[in-house]
């Protein structure tokens, strides 16, 4: 025979729900990490496959934002060079926040770009 | 049932409130007379917390103003629930260097459960070692001096720490089933036991029961016969048996979330009506941090003379709409206020709780004037964020009656 309660007895009784919310900032905050400095070595690297993206390229970036790394796969659209950062389709990510940055060549790269063409006009390209 | 015994942790911080005071004010609290109350609400207020000193001077932890013997250069602290709801938090980090947050329990503002098991390898200690470790760095990072207890699951850990580690000069102890019969069977009256309130002691006294160890040998069949499962729980927990898992834990299935308040003086039902609209703001804004939607609302209403009542009412619809909760809680109050009592403690609450995201559309609803409704919410939300909880309210806050200003200046009842 067992009770099986679980922790349900070990449930807090009297607990203050600023309590919970402040807990919940302190776990957020631990969440967070420091933004990785990146070598010469990394930064060419990235640099390189900047200069080699064309506009449809499916691409996967690891970026850091607010105390956390994201991993995205989009298509790559411009880089504008005067507000330092690259121009994706849902995304625009700074240089500074660039930690990794590589071609999707698994993706299917013309299927890609089909579907991306005919998007093509919707796009607002700058004057070159 | 072949239970894995794990190690399991049970941390309490020594006279929590009272050693933040102390220790803010460069004071030692095993050498400093301080009791934490607020002085301004009268004799007989509650003292939250006395420091050790106090404690061995034989003052009990939990008493009125009025109880408290003269003692010299006692320093009354005022409260600050908010100071020590973000000391606890950095308590609680000091543990997550320790262990991974799946791991560990937070029981209340003071007390956590750790699980500890599988860090003992790596960490290359013993149970003891890994808790003095943890005991030095807390100290060592915020001047508070914990209590452990030790054991091979949550009740026996937590036994070991009420019961022995609170009195010990190591402030830890460690317990397994064989100390039982020996540390808490003695143990009389049965409410110094944890989960035995004083009713069901009287209830257990009235079967003959009058140590801990008379329920320990009793029969459990008997016992749930007469209380149902907690009858069982009890007497597992005298015989150290817990199977509870920390990583385990128990998500409420009727999730509901209340505001209530218990009123200073005696409110006629009009003043009432402003509490019940104060109430309701404080309820909507926990609703959209919890990103819920309440199903039913309840109102539950005291009178001066005792009774009362207490009565839910099903939406239509999911819903944090201020108005139509407002609608619904003012039509329970008008069905069921039949009396020319006074009002004194009232409580609101949202029920059958729905996340927000799943909401169902409906005809009935007016969508537009619903987002406008809520953007205005959201307005005043971000305003009380960012320039604070005093800096936007209704004007009725302004009315004699209003608790409202008091209110937001305290947390759990008490100055935040």
Known sequence: MNSHRGMKKWMPFASLPEHQIYIDKMLEKRRRTAKPELSQNQKDEINQVLSRLNPGDSVIVFYYDNGHIYQIEDLFCQ?????????????????????????????????????????????????? | MIQKERTILAIDLKSFYASVECLDRGLDPFNTPLVVCDKSRGKGTII??????????????????????????????????????????EVLGIYLEFVDKIDMHI?????????????????????EEFAQTIAQRVYFKTGLTVTIGIG???????????????????????????????????????????????????????LGMYTIGDIAISNPEYLKEKFGIIGLQIWEHTN??????????????????????????SYDPIDAQLIIRENLDELIVRLHQNKSLAGSVGLGIRYASGNGFSKFMRLAQPTDNLKIMR?????????????????KAVSIWAGNLETKKYQQESLFTDYQSEVLQEKMDQAIENI???????????????????NFISRNNQIGGHRR
């Open chain 2, 48 to 89: 939250l917390a006395v420091t050790p000193y106090v404690k061995t001077l034989g003052i009990p932890s939990r008493l009125r103003r009025y109880e408290l013997p003269d003692v010299k250069n006692m320093i009354y602290a005022t409260p600050r629930m908010e100071r020590y709801i973000k000391k606890s938090c």
């Open chain 2, 240 to 265: 150290g048996i817990d199977d509870s898992r920390i990583q385990q834990p128990y998500v409420s299935q009727s999730h509901s979330i209340s505001v209530g308040q218990t009123l200073f003086t």
């Open chain 2, 152 to 206: 091979g699951n949550l009740i026996l850990a937590k036994l070991a720490m009420d019961i022995e580690a609170k009195h010990n000069k190591t402030l830890m102890a460690k317990w397994t089933q064989d100390d039982l019969p020996i540390k808490l069977w003695p143990i009389s009256p049965l409410t110094k036991m944890w989960g035995i309130g004083k009713r069901m002691q009287e209830k257990l006294n009235a």
């Open chain 1, 79 to 128: 880089i504008d060079s005067n507000q330092r950062r690259m121009n994706l389709k849902n995304h625009q990510i700074n240089f500074d926040d660039l930690l990794e940055l590589e071609i999707n060549f698994s993706s299917g790269d013309e299927v890609h770009r089909d579907v991306f063409d005919s998007e093509l006009h919707s796009i607002h390209w700058p004057q070159q």
């Open chain 2, 327 to 343: 609608m619904a809680i003012i039509q329970l109050f008008e069905r069921h206020y039949h009396s020319q009592n006074g009002i």
């Open chain 2, 107 to 127: 029981y209340s503002i003071d007390e956590a459960f750790l699980d500890i098991t599988d860090y003992l390898r790596s960490a290359q200690k013993t149970a």
């Open chain 2, 384 to 402: 009380k964020r960012m320039y604070g909880r005093n800096s936007l309210y209704r004007a009725s806050a302004l009315l004699k009656k209003s």
